[in-house]
């Protein structure tokens, strides 16, 4: 059975710390991938990563970094946490694409941060 | 510029059928997923469409026109269980990354 991991459910952060949010996969996918969720805005893509090292910004990368030191596990990182940052932020992994993949991301349960 | 609307709410009667309706336009496709997502809770695969025409599933169908940048899912024989939010996403070519566009997600209400 397929399981993507975040390390918290909820957290609660103030304004300028440094914010670490785990994700860990089990199906050894090669890409993984954070978003964030907020209201009205649907899931958009923060970054995302093909393979270990690699990573490649998505559509709203400012304020934060990523880490990919080992092939299950995908970190990301607010470097100074903004109130703005309050958000439920979703890991999700997938195989390589193959010609004949229906190419299913698999999400983790999230972790709801709240930043004051 | 990359767009997916769906209806923000929709209510409807447990037994009933429901239709959630999903247009896009993006610089590329290469399928559209639809997720289903409860409260608090990740989002879970429901279906995939690449070519025109209807997907079935059990009591789920999805519905898919290129030409028209449409697509619907169709839940028959509604269960209480189904009350969640459905997430259409395109998966977009316009560069090497097989990204999903999301739409915002229509909250299905599902009453007695």
């Known amino acids: 059975d397929v399981k993507v991991t975040q390390s918290s459910r909820y957290l609660v952060k103030r304004t300028g710390e440094k914010v670490f949010l785990e994700c860990v996969q089990d199906?050894?996918?090669?890409?993984m991938f954070w978003y964030r969720q907020d209201p009205g805005l649907g899931l958009r893509l923060i970054y995302f990563s093909y393979d270990v090292k690699m990573k490649e910004k998505g559509d709203i990368p400012e304020g934060y970094s990523v880490s990919r030191e080992k092939k299950e596990r995908f970190s990301l990182i607010l470097e100074s946490a903004s109130t703005n940052q309050t958000s439920m932020y979703l890991c999700?992994?997938?195989?390589?694409?193959?010609?004949?993949?229906?190419?299913?991301?698999?999400f983790g349960p999230g972790t709801r941060l709240t930043v004051l | 510029g990359q767009n997916i609307d769906q209806p923000t709410e929709m209510t409807a009667t447990e037994g009933a059928i429901v239709q959630i309706n999903c247009t896009y336009q993006?610089?590329?496709?290469?399928?559209l997923f639809w997720y289903q997502q409860h409260a608090g809770e990740a989002p879970t695969f429901l279906s995939y469409?690449?070519?025109?025409g209807l997907e079935e599933k059990g009591r789920f169908s999805s519905f898919l026109s290129r030409s028209k940048g449409y697509s619907y899912l169709l839940l028959k024989e509604l269960q209480m269980k189904d009350s969640a939010s459905y997430l259409c996403a395109v998966r977009d070519t316009l560069d090497s990354s097989y990204k999903l566009i999301f739409g915002s997600g229509t909250r299905l209400l599902v009453r007695p």
């Open positions: 199906m050894d996918h090669e890409n």
């Open positions: 993006t610089s590329g496709f290469n399928g």
């Open positions: 469409n690449v070519l025109d």
């Open positions: 999700a992994s997938r195989t390589s694409w193959t010609p004949l993949s229906v190419y299913t991301q698999y």
